[in-house]
């Protein structure tokens, strides 16, 4: 996307170890942060968001932190497992552009979990 | 899957010809995309409609075209397909919540 960037743009990491994905925005009046996962041959699905108003949100093993400040936000998935392999999309409003509910996304992050 | 279907699911053109693929939700959300999807590109946003018969152009709106005459349906039109426009397409929904879901898409290949 235009003002979202994302990375790394693969990771590989063992079974059990963390995973973290960083994005970072342009426009300061962004308020809405999703992260959506995408299964080979599957459609994205949502699996957390953010709104600016909160830094950290959690839910089991993943959590979203938000920087407003530094205009960044991180997935963290914790004890990872093979069934976390999959390519992951941070989005973020596009610059300017924060009605009618548009997002632009990151190119996304392949995330290989090894046994 | 947020009660979003997308049809056909696969299809088969020759350069030249007009495609039209359709969105059907069941969810009565405001807000619906059209988006593509390419290899090193991510989900790149074509056209959008926030109601009935309004609709707008997305960063990646040449050579396509939308129509939303009910709430439930968004079509997306290729004027005359190219082989540029191979790709896999996603339509998604919205309410005021700004949580877009993604329908299942379409493998368009133009040969």
């Known amino acids: 996307g235009e003002n979202v960037e994302q990375h790394p743009s693969t990771l590989s990491v063992q079974e059990g170890d963390s995973a973290v994905i960083k994005c970072t925005y342009s426009?300061?009046?962004?308020?809405?942060f999703p992260w959506y996962k995408q299964e080979l041959g599957k459609r994205p699905q949502l699996i957390i968001d953010?709104?600016?108003?909160?830094g950290e949100k959690k839910d089991q093993r993943i959590a979203v932190t938000l920087n407003k400040t530094a205009k960044h936000f991180s997935l963290h998935i914790t004890e990872t497992q093979p069934e976390d392999s999959a390519v992951y999309f941070c989005?973020?409003?596009?610059?300017?552009?924060?009605?009618?509910?548009?997002?632009?996304f990151g190119q996304g992050t392949i995330l290989t979990v090894h046994p | 899957d947020a009660g979003i279907t997308q049809s056909p699911r696969h299809k088969v053109t020759e350069t030249g010809t007009p495609v039209t693929l359709r969105c059907h939700q069941t969810?009565?959300?405001?807000?619906m995309y059209w988006y593509r999807q390419d290899p090193g590109h991510g989900l790149r946003l074509i056209h959008y409609s926030y109601g009935v018969k309004d609709t707008d152009k997305g960063e990646v709106s040449d050579g396509y075209s939308v129509s939303r005459s009910k709430t439930e349906d968004f079509l997306l039109t290729l004027e005359s397909a190219t082989s540029s426009q191979t790709s896999v397409y996603f339509c998604a929904i919205s309410d005021q919540t700004r949580e877009q879901y993604f329908g299942p898409g379409t493998r368009l290949t133009v040969t």
């Open positions: 989005a973020a409003p596009p610059r300017g552009g924060t009605s009618y509910g548009k997002l632009t």
């Open positions: 969810e009565n959300h405001r807000y």
């Open positions: 953010i709104r600016s108003n909160v």
């Open positions: 426009d300061s009046a962004s308020n809405y």
